[in-house]
């Protein structure tokens, strides 16, 4: 089993900044694809980004790319997303995500576990 918590989300005003963290404990590897996911209000959970622990290669969707950058602290065994130039439309809970593999992961059905969550609101 794997638990994964996340924190640093809140209020912030558009053009702000944010940076999210997952710290994992449990049965962790460096043979671990960490994803993050976000869902707003009545649409469903949507890939945000992800990185490969053991390369560090990482994925973004384009909504995100070139503003958020996911990096992890193999000592803390903590993921994080740099949140930059915040948009009222990243507005969503933002969870984490990990599943064992070696190459990328986008899709909510990949991963099998998951974090609680932590909401992010973008004021415009």
């Known amino acids: 089993q794997v638990q994964l918590v996340e924190s640093g989300g809140g209020l912030v005003q558009a053009g702000g900044s944010l940076r999210l963290s997952c710290a994992a404990s449990?049965?962790?590897?460096?043979?671990?694809?960490m994803g993050w996911f976000r869902q707003a209000p009545g649409k469903e959970r949507a890939f945000v980004a992800t990185?490969?622990?053991?390369?560090?290669?990482?994925y973004y969707a384009d909504s995100v790319k070139g503003r958020f950058t996911i990096s992890r602290d193999n000592a803390k065994n903590t993921v994080y997303l740099q949140m930059n130039s915040l948009k009222p439309e990243d507005t969503a809970v933002y969870y984490c995500?990990?599943?064992?593999?070696?190459?990328?992961?986008?899709?909510?059905?990949?991963?099998?576990?998951w974090g609680q969550g932590t909401q992010v609101t973008v004021s415009s």
């Open positions: 995500a990990a599943r064992r593999s070696i190459g990328v992961l986008t899709t909510t059905q990949e991963y099998e576990y």
């Open positions: 990185i490969i622990w053991s390369s560090g290669r990482t």
């Open positions: 449990g049965r962790t590897s460096s043979n671990y694809a």
